[in-house]
T-cell receptor
Framework: NAGVTQTPKFQVLKTGQSMTLQCAQD?????MSWYRQDPGMGLRLIHY???????DQGEVPNGYNVSRSTTEDFPLRLLSAAPSQTSVYFC??????????????FGNGTRLTVT | DQQVKQNSPSLSVQEGRISILNCDYT??????FLWYKKYPAEGPTFLIS?????DKNEDGRFTVFLNKSAKHLSLHIVPSQPGDSAVYFC?????????????FGQGTELSVKP
């Protein structure tokens, strides 16, 4: 199992550009989520999904879109990049509310710089 | 409004001694707490968890203590090893795991010196 795979690892964008951060998991996890990590702020939830076709907003959803067409993939779209979106982005997945102890599994992150 | 707070940005400990990392929360509805460990250029990895029906959970060198009345939890690492040097995040949720919808603290960077 590869676990949670994020691409790209690094990205530089100019203000106003759009892009999609890719996330895929091969653990058949129902739940997937996107977090951003900023200095002094910890990890903050952007969007999450409890299954294919179902998404919801987290703490900091503005400027980001998500969709979940398959169980495996959960891409994060930046519609019009802003310098405030410079951050490290982590995708995570978990089995879900199955009664089993299933903590979040994280990818290795995408470091995004918006100039 | 930071619902989960780690007030110590950094902690330095000698190898072999105890490391104590602290975490406070404000939302009394939280009933599941976790600690994650993060190395540079990697994603966080799960370390240990505790539900609100317990006050202690132990896994090898790692023990998490929960004081619900004080809304405080702590992670004890005994004995500390240089490989434990990393950033530690505490996290909380209202429902068991809540499908990965966790609220994280700011993190504490632990440095264990040989």
């Amino acid at each position: 199992n590869a676990g949670v795979t994020q691409t790209p690892k690094f990205q530089v964008l100019k203000t106003g550009q759009s892009m999609t951060l890719q996330c895929a998991q091969d653990m058949n996890h129902e739940y997937m989520s996107w977090y951003r990590q900023d200095p002094g702020m910890g990890l903050r939830l952007i969007h999450y999904s409890v299954g294919a076709g179902i998404t919801d907003q987290g703490e900091v959803p503005n400027g980001y879109n998500v969709s979940r067409s398959t169980t495996e993939d959960f891409p994060l779209r930046l519609l019009s990049a802003a310098p405030s979106q410079t951050s490290v982005y982590f995708c995570a997945s978990t089995l879900g509310d199955s009664g089993q102890d299933s903590p979040l599994h994280f990818g290795n992150g995408t470091r995004l710089t918006v100039t | 409004d930071q619902q989960v707070k780690q007030n110590s940005p950094s902690l330095s400990v000698q190898e072999g001694r105890i490391s104590i990392l602290n975490c406070d929360y404000t939302n009394s509805m939280f009933d599941y707490f976790l600690w994650y460990k993060k190395y540079p250029a990697e994603g966080p990895t799960f370390l240990i968890s505790i539900s609100s029906i317990k006050d202690k959970n132990e896994d090898g060198r790692f023990t998490v203590f929960l004081n619900k009345s004080a809304k405080h939890l702590s992670l004890h690492i005994v004995p500390s090893q240089p490989g434990d040097s990393a950033v530690y995040f505490c996290a909380a949720s209202q429902i068991y795991n809540q499908g990965g919808k966790l609220i994280f603290g700011q993190g504490t960077e632990l440095s264990v010196k040989p």
